[in-house]
């Protein structure tokens, strides 16, 4: 229903504004035809007080038709730029205005996720303090609702982090402390907590070792944090994943691919920007917030670097994280 009411406002912006348009463009012929008018029936009256016996009748007539033509093409050059800056500016007005329906959606759409996702880590920890408060439980059942407590405020750590450094890096208020890193080693920390999180997840794992590059060990595990966790998100569970990091001359290359249903080619792009998530939100399944992509495109950006998406076959995607080594 209200993605119905999204769809319907737009629709009624739409008309609006076209109709206002095209009420401007009338206006615009409508005033250069009323000019034209007045210029003729100027000409024809001057025309009209030359004496037929005046011995300068031509001198005359050619000046009165050299003005009109002059006032033609005045009329017709004023009309055409003005014409010309009212639809430039139109265009700008109208695509802004959808760019920003469209963001006040997403942040609608990321209110109802971020909300969700909050919640229910929130509400687990709360279900399993209350048992361990009111129930007689054995030492194994004790030290699995605290697991599993413990499990859900570290996920609900890392949302919050990861709102945070999304807004630092999207205003260049993030503290820059790079340094050489071995990347083959946070690679495989990621992977291993990764592997913690999903121990039924197969992995394929290729990683060269002794890569090193300048860069935040922090915002690089996050970023493979996320590209693996969207790869799980959307992958089915019996395809593996798989994750490879090679090192050349010129460049390191991370990727990570899956075999989900993949991206369109008209949506790879967007998939990067702030809040946007491929689908309806009252549709979609899995979970998150539609910052995941975003804060690889920044962190990736941070480091000089590039996140790139093509198709993996049969099926699914793959997620290339490049950067320039340093000399």
């Not at 993030?174 to 291993?192: G, H, M």
Request: hydrophobic fraction near 40%; glycine fraction near 4%.
């Amino acid at each position: 229903m209200r993605n119905s009411l999204k769809i319907n406002k737009l629709k009624f912006v739409s008309i609006i504004y076209w109709v206002f348009l095209t009420y401007m463009i009338a206006a615009f012929v409508w005033w250069y035809v009323s000019l034209e008018k007045q210029n003729d029936q100027i000409a024809n009256i001057q025309f009209g007080s030359i004496q037929s016996n005046d011995p300068a009748i031509a001198a005359k007539s050619k000046y009165i038709q050299t003005f009109q033509d002059r006032k033609r093409k005045q009329y017709l050059g004023e009309g055409v730029t003005f014409l010309f800056l009212f639809l430039l500016g139109a265009i700008y007005v109208y695509r802004s205005l959808l760019k920003q329906i469209r963001y006040s959606n997403q942040q609608q759409n990321f209110m109802m996720a971020v909300t969700h996702e909050l919640k229910t880590p929130i509400a687990v920890t709360q279900l399993n303090i209350e048992t361990l408060i009111k129930r007689t439980l054995s030492p194994e059942q004790q030290k699995q609702l605290l697991a599993n407590s413990l499990k859900e405020t570290q996920r609900l750590d890392s949302l919050c982090n990861n709102i945070l450094l999304a807004s630092q890096l999207d205003l260049d208020e993030y503290r820059q402390n790079k340094q050489e890193i071995d990347l083959t080693t946070i690679t495989q920390l990621a992977i291993k907590s990764f592997q913690e999180r999903f121990p039924n997840r197969l992995l394929d794992i290729q990683i060269q070792e002794d890569v090193y590059i300048q860069g935040e060990p922090l915002l690089l595990q996050l970023m493979l944090n996320n590209l693996m966790d969207n790869a799980h998100k959307y992958s089915p569970i019996e395809f593996p994943i798989q994750i490879e990091l090679s090192q050349n001359e010129t460049n390191t290359v991370l990727s990570v691919k899956d075999a989900g249903q993949g991206i369109p080619s008209n949506e790879r792009e967007k998939v990067f920007e702030k809040f946007y998530r491929v689908g309806a939100e009252f549709t979609r399944s899995t979970k998150g917030t539609g910052l995941g992509l975003f804060l690889c495109k920044k962190i990736a950006q941070f480091h000089n670097g590039s996140v790139t998406i093509k198709d993996h076959q049969p099926k699914g995607s793959i997620f290339t994280f490049s950067m320039p080594n340093q000399a």
